[in-house]
């Protein structure tokens, strides 16, 4: 079975927890009556053990929970059907952090992104993300950059599969015009953006530069969604090493609204694809660096 993300086992151990407190047991109670020792509710319930689906139905059984709703999302919540993921064969390069972004990407049926700095992941293109990989992280080697790269194009498979995500978008002008890789590659990279707005699944926004200040400065963030189930929603914030995932309800329902504000400051799809046509045009013309000739 493949790790489930830490945030999912938070969830999960504070839902149980929940419904331990409404049944009127302690967690010593409830693990006599699993036949377990009470270090493992409390792992389980602090979030720091992964438990099999079987192990949430033993207790949802012993908290007297009938509601389907509620035991299919605690299942969810478990990993239930969820195998091993291609990601686990680069798991000597991936931080965890980003394995379980990974993760929750493949799991979710919407991603809404807000992005400040760089082309969305899942629209970069190979040359793009070499690039990018390169100098955010001049520490690696090129294999572990390479590898790096596999993975990033690898998620992109997320948007090809059926059904595919759904990806709603708002992209800061400062994603357009920093040049990464030289002009060439940016031109290919505004080429490749153009292509994915025209994908039926997928919405991009420009929000410009005229459009002032506003709360995307403040940093990217990604909200997923998954099926059936919104209380599952997942905010991902990014930082240099690391991502934080939330998932307050009053913090989800914050950044939605966010999200929801700086969509609608945005310029609309058609008007946004066609500043990005004429961004990347100007990076076509932009001439390639010559090298100097030199003499003796």
Request: hydrophobic share 45%; net charge negative.
């Amino acid at each position: 079975m493949e790790r489930v993300p830490a945030v999912r086992r938070r969830r999960l151990g504070a839902e149980l927890r929940r419904l331990r407190d409404l049944a009127g047991l302690t967690s010593g109670e409830a693990a006599d009556l699993a036949g377990w020792h009470q270090s493992k509710v409390s792992r389980i319930e602090t979030g720091h053990s992964s438990v099999r689906a079987e192990d949430v139905n033993l207790l949802l059984d012993i908290y007297a929970v009938r509601d389907r709703d509620v035991r299919e999302l605690l299942r969810t919540l478990a990993g239930y059907g969820h195998q091993r993921g291609w990601w686990h064969d680069f798991r000597e390069v991936l931080p965890v952090e980003y394995r379980d972004f990974i993760s929750l990407e493949t799991g979710a049926t919407r991603a809404r992104s807000m992005e400040t700095s760089v082309v969305p992941g899942l629209l970069q293109t190979p040359a793009y993300a070499h690039a990018l990989t390169a100098d955010v992280m001049p520490q690696l080697g090129s294999r572990e950059v390479a590898a790096l790269v596999d993975v990033r194009i690898a998620r992109q498979a997320v948007l090809q599969q059926d059904p595919p995500l759904e990806l709603t978008a708002v992209l800061d002008e400062a994603v357009l015009r920093r040049e990464v890789g030289g002009p060439e590659v940016m031109a290919g990279q505004l080429r490749r953006l153009v292509e994915a707005a025209e994908l039926p699944h997928v919405s991009l926004h420009v929000l410009p530069f005229a459009a002032g200040g506003h709360i995307g400065v403040t940093g990217s963030f990604v909200i997923f969604s998954f099926p059936r189930i919104a209380d599952l929603d997942v905010v991902v914030l990014d930082h240099l090493t690391s991502s934080l995932c939330v998932d307050r309800k009053e913090d989800i329902t914050a950044y939605a609204a966010a999200f929801a504000r700086l969509r609608d400051r945005a310029l609309p799809c058609a008007e946004s694809a066609a500043m990005i046509a004429g961004i990347g045009s100007e990076f076509s013309r932009t001439p390639r660096p010559t090298k100097e000739a030199h003499t003796s």
